[in-house]
């Protein structure tokens, strides 16, 4: 994924990366990827929602997409980002708690002579 393509343009051949590089490649692919995934889960959500709202309220979503054109039509096409910067947030937070530590375990773990990519090491980290 995005952290990967990151960790792979940040690395420099023959150096450990500093865990300040792996921090930023966890926080950028979290913080991209939920942005370009919102317009999908605002839709899923509101499809949800409408479910609960009282009859008169309801949008009656047919699909995701009729809750695409419909979010667009009545908001623009900047309602489809509505929410993004929390979701972007807590993605960004779970990346840099997920990949940014397993990696460094997976680096410590390798350090001390475990075979990198092998299952001691990918399971014990």
Wanted: with cysteine; proline share 4%; net charge neutral.
């Amino acid at each position: 994924g995005l952290y990967d393509i990151f960790t792979d343009a940040a690395k420099v051949p023959g150096e450990k990366m500093p865990f300040w590089k792996t921090t930023v490649c966890a926080l950028s692919a979290g913080g991209i990827a939920a942005v370009v995934g919102n317009p999908a889960d605002l839709s899923l959500i509101r499809m949800q929602a409408d479910t609960m709202l009282p009859e008169a309220e309801r949008r009656n979503y047919r699909g995701v997409m009729h809750a695409f054109s419909s979010i667009v039509r009545d908001e623009g096409v900047g309602g489809l980002f509505k929410g993004a910067v929390p979701t972007a947030t807590r993605a960004m937070a779970l990346n840099f708690g997920m990949l940014g530590f397993n990696t460094m375990a997976k680096d410590a773990l390798a350090d001390m002579g475990l075979q990198k990519g092998g299952a001691a090491q990918v399971f014990g980290a």
